[in-house]
């Protein structure tokens, strides 16, 4: 089954989930914002990704500015952030099977269909 982790406020999000409704595909929707990702859960689409925790976090919200910028933050540490502030995952982010990519720009979801 294709996940979107989708925050309908985002226009990229919304973009991306237009190219997964246009695929005729079945996929299920997660408002991660409200359905927060476990530790594992994050673990597990940043090794689908094959990217470390950093790549994963908007480094330019209000919220990474004021609290962690500037810091030296271990892998762990970075993923805590992101559970205890989902505002700051990149989104949108597709998984399917053992595969995930991140929607920006959102073409890039067309490669995991």
């Known amino acids: 089954m294709i996940e979107i982790y989708?925050?309908?406020?985002c226009k990229k999000s919304r973009e991306g989930l237009?190219?997964?409704?246009?695929?005729?595909?079945?996929?299920k929707i997660r408002?991660?914002?409200?359905?927060?990702?476990?530790?594992?859960?994050?673990k597990t689409i940043l090794s689908k990704l094959?990217?470390?925790p950093i790549e994963l976090?908007?480094?330019?919200?209000?919220?990474?500015?004021?609290q962690f910028k500037g810091k030296s933050l271990s892998d762990a540490e970075?993923?805590?952030?992101?559970l205890h502030h989902p505002k700051l995952i990149e989104r949108p982010i597709v998984v399917h099977n053992d595969n995930a990519v991140i929607?920006?720009?959102?073409?890039n979801i067309k490669t995991i269909l």
């Open 31 to 42: 408002k991660y914002l409200e359905d927060i990702p476990s530790q594992a859960e994050l």
């Open 18 to 27: 237009a190219i997964l409704e246009e695929s005729g595909k079945d996929f």
């Open 78 to 82: 970075i993923i805590e952030a992101m």
């Open 50 to 52: 094959g990217i470390a």
């Open 57 to 66: 976090v908007r480094t330019q919200e209000k919220v990474w500015k004021d």
């Open 6 to 9: 989708h925050n309908p406020r």
């Open 103 to 107: 929607g920006r720009p959102p073409e």
